[in-house]
Structure formats: C-alpha cells, structure tokens
C-alpha cells in the first residue's frame, strides 16, 4: 500500500508512525484481532480527505486495546459549543482535547488546529501511559507527522 502514498509525505509519515508504535508497543507473535481490524479500516479511509481525523481514532483505539480507555465521553458535559478544545484531567494530568473527540461527532472538515490538537493528546497519552513508563523512544515519524498539522 505505501507506494500509492509515496508523493504524499503526510500519508507516508503516517503509515511509518502507525507501524513504529505497532512495532515498540505491542508483544511479538501475540493475536490483536481489533487492532489488524482497526488498521486495515484506517488503510480502507487512507484516500479521503479527512483521514488524520481517523488516524487519530485509531491511536485511541489503540489506547484502548492496551488497556487504556480515557473515557472521554465523560468529559462531554458542560461543552461550550464555541470552544473548540477543553481541558480535561485524567490521573491527574491535564491534557487539551479537541471538542470533536469529546462530541463523537463525526466532522467532515476539521481545522488543522484541531488535529493538532487531537494529536498532541494522544501522543501525551501514548507518552504517560507507555513510553515513558516502560523507558521507550517516542517515534520520530509520531512527531514529524504532529508537526505537519502545526
């Protein structure tokens, strides 16, 4: 699949990501089912336009997979529908949440802000929860793929 992407450094840099944390996080030889499953959906979305908002749901899919479920929707009360981000704390650590992923609505055209935003959060999360702990290198494709949506 990556040959299609290759004049795409977006979508290249986003498969190189996908697949460093797949490779530093995940056991060898060990089934995860809903994680082939989410990766290929993100595969299938990989050609429309809005496909970072769903690599940013597979990251959290990912998350959850691992043991981590943030609960976001409980979050979601008391949303200001003018704000396009909130400050959550979760085990006491404030992280900025776009309100899309807090809304579960399914946006066609999000602002590059609010990628950003989403991408920021979940690498915090990645971060905190199991590189840090477990004394690993964040990927550098992670970050330079954050970085475009600066």
Known sequence: ISPKYFNDKKKTTSLLSLSSILNLLLPDSQPYKNLF???ENFLKNLDKENWAKDYVYWELNLLKELGFDPYLEQFSK??????????IEIDNIKYQVPTFLLKKKNLENLE???????????RNLLSNKFFLPN??????ARILLENYFN
Request: glycine residues 0%; without cysteine.
């Open 112 to 122: 590059k802000k609010n990628i950003s935003t989403a991408l920021s959060f979940t």
């Open 78 to 87: 008391n949303l200001d529908d003018n704000s396009s981000h909130k400050t």
């Open 37 to 39: 499953i989410s990766v």
């Open 135 to 140: 004394n690993l290198n964040f990927p550098k």
